[in-house]
Every structure is written in structure tokens, then in C-alpha cells.
């Protein structure tokens, strides 16, 4: 995985594995990577031409939560609910 794309693990933190990697258990084979996001896919109609659209969006692991607590930026520079999202 990039490691630009490590904020968008929902499960990064490595305290969840750090007791299997004691006894030299390797995590990164079978452990689920969770993000949190949404797909959609629509047909996009131009006159008489026909296509597929879709938008893949996803959200940052640094600074989630509901927008009454989580606002702003930190220290850090990361902003709260930072959302990418790509078109195909």
C-alpha cells in the first residue's frame, strides 16, 4: 500500500497487532485493511452517447467524527472529515 494512502486505513494503528508481532506473526498477510467511504455508479447520457461514471470517495482516518466535536485543523495540519474523492 502507498503510504500516501495510510490515512485512509480506518485500522492503521498498530496497537491492534502489536501483541501478534511479539511472537514474530507477520499481520500484513492477513489482517483486513477498513476503509470508510462510498461507491457509486451511474450511466451518463450526452445526446445519443452513453457512458459509465463512477465516484469512489473515502475518508480520512486522521480527524473523523461527528461534525459537533471534530472541527478544524490540528497541529498536525489535518482537517476535520477530509473526504477524497476520485471520478473514473
Do not use: P
Request: with cysteine; charged share 25%.
Amino acid at each position: 500500500m502507498v503510504l500516501t494512502e495510510l490515512k485512509l486505513l480506518m485500522n492503521r494503528n498498530r496497537s491492534l497487532h502489536i501483541h501478534l508481532q511479539r511472537f514474530g506473526i507477520d499481520c500484513s498477510q492477513w489482517l483486513l485493511r477498513m476503509m470508510c467511504g462510498a461507491v457509486e455508479i451511474r450511466t451518463v447520457y450526452a445526446g445519443k452517447t452513453q457512458a459509465k461514471a463512477c465516484l469512489i470517495s473515502r475518508l480520512s482516518s486522521e480527524r473523523a467524527g461527528t461534525r459537533f466535536y471534530v472541527r478544524g485543523t490540528n497541529d498536525d495540519g489535518h482537517v476535520a472529515n477530509f473526504v477524497e474523492t476520485e471520478q473514473v
